[in-house]
């Protein structure tokens, strides 16, 4: 947030002393140059700064995507002049985090019968995966290069799952082996109004935009699997666990041997934000 009320701060003290020509701007039928308005072929670097505190998109209220404001794990944001009066946006984030160990106890530990229960062969893979596309559509109702008023509708589809994968062999041959998933959807959709305001004779504008919202989470149960093998007895496994929900009351891992849910959230101005434009054209000069 700090890194992208710093680059509004930067840009207004550019345009500053370009203001009073505000009211002399003209459309330009060429590529978009400074001072004019984008037509189409033309596109934008979006950033956004949420006025709302929304929270993630795994939780309780209906915002669909923080947008851009530069921090890490934003979604990366963009729109394409499809019209000169018709644009198309869209957010994507890619998240992936993986690990793997192996590892062999030494033989010093077997030797010690204060660690016969330590790992003689331990394996562990951990992986993290969150997918996200926003896309959506605007339509500007006015040609004036100051006041750019538009609305629109856009959606969000969200994919996420964890898996963790364990195995440990001890020096008495003990086997603890134990396999764990999690998978979550999202999808969400929303009408938007609003409206931009160009910034002197630069290529940028700056604007807010609100409207309706509605979100789907399905998922977010975690499936576990567990065997060990004791001596000659060997035990087996299966239950779901749902992390935070309010069913544990309290317990931590509460375990279920079947469980289904999901969460709906609907409201007006969950997704109030501030869009910081920086237009450039695509099309080649003829």
């Known amino acids: 947030?700090?890194?992208?009320?710093?680059?509004?701060?930067?840009?207004?003290?550019?345009?500053?002393?370009?203001?009073?020509?505000?009211?002399?701007?003209?459309?330009?039928?060429?590529?978009l140059r400074i001072g004019t308005r984008p037509q189409a072929g033309d596109a934008a670097l979006n950033f956004?700064?949420?006025?709302?505190?929304?929270?993630?998109?795994?939780?309780?209220?209906?915002?669909?995507?923080?947008?851009?404001?530069?921090?890490?794990?934003?979604?990366?944001?963009f729109k394409y002049y499809h019209t000169d009066?018709?644009?198309?946006?869209m957010g994507l984030r890619l998240f992936a985090d993986n690990?793997?160990?192996?590892?062999?106890?030494?033989?010093?530990?077997?030797?010690?019968?204060?660690?016969?229960?330590e790992a003689k062969e331990i394996k562990s893979k951990t992986t993290m995966r969150e997918y996200k596309l926003a896309l959506g559509a605007e339509r500007h109702f006015t040609n004036s290069n100051i006041f750019d008023v538009y609305g629109?509708?856009?959606?969000?589809?969200?994919?996420?799952?964890d898996r963790m994968v364990s195995n440990t062999t001890l020096f008495?041959?003990?086997?603890?082996?134990?396999?764990s998933s999690t998978a979550t959807t999202v999808?969400?959709?929303?009408?938007?109004?609003?409206?931009?305001?160009?910034?002197?004779?630069?290529?940028?504008?700056l604007g807010i935009e609100y409207g309706w919202s509605a979100k789907w989470i399905f998922g977010g149960k975690t499936k576990v699997k567990s065997t060990d093998s004791v001596g000659?007895?060997?035990?087996?496994?299966?239950?779901?666990?749902?992390?935070?929900?309010?069913?544990n009351d309290g317990i931590t891992d509460r375990q279920y041997s079947s469980f289904s849910g999901r969460e709906f959230n609907m409201d007006n101005n969950h997704s109030v934000r501030i869009n910081l434009n920086i237009y450039f054209g695509t099309k080649k000069n003829s």
């Open 187 to 205: 999808f969400g959709v929303a009408g938007v109004v609003g409206f931009n305001v160009f910034v002197a004779e630069l290529p940028i504008s």
């Open 152 to 161: 629109g509708g856009e959606f969000i589809i969200g994919l996420g799952r």
């Open 1 to 31: 947030m700090k890194k992208l009320l710093l680059l509004f701060a930067v840009f207004a003290f550019i345009g500053q002393d370009s203001v009073a020509q505000l009211s002399t701007r003209s459309n330009n039928d060429s590529d």
């Open 232 to 247: 000659s007895t060997t035990t087996e496994q299966e239950y779901i666990t749902v992390d935070g929900h309010f069913l």
């Open 99 to 117: 690990s793997i160990y192996k590892g062999t106890g030494a033989d010093s530990s077997a030797t010690n019968p204060i660690f016969n229960t």
């Open 48 to 77: 956004v700064l949420p006025i709302i505190n929304l929270s993630e998109d795994n939780g309780s209220d209906a915002g669909l995507f923080k947008g851009n404001s530069l921090a890490a794990g934003d979604m990366l944001t």
């Open 85 to 89: 009066d018709v644009v198309l946006r």
């Open 172 to 179: 008495n041959n003990d086997v603890h082996d134990m396999t």
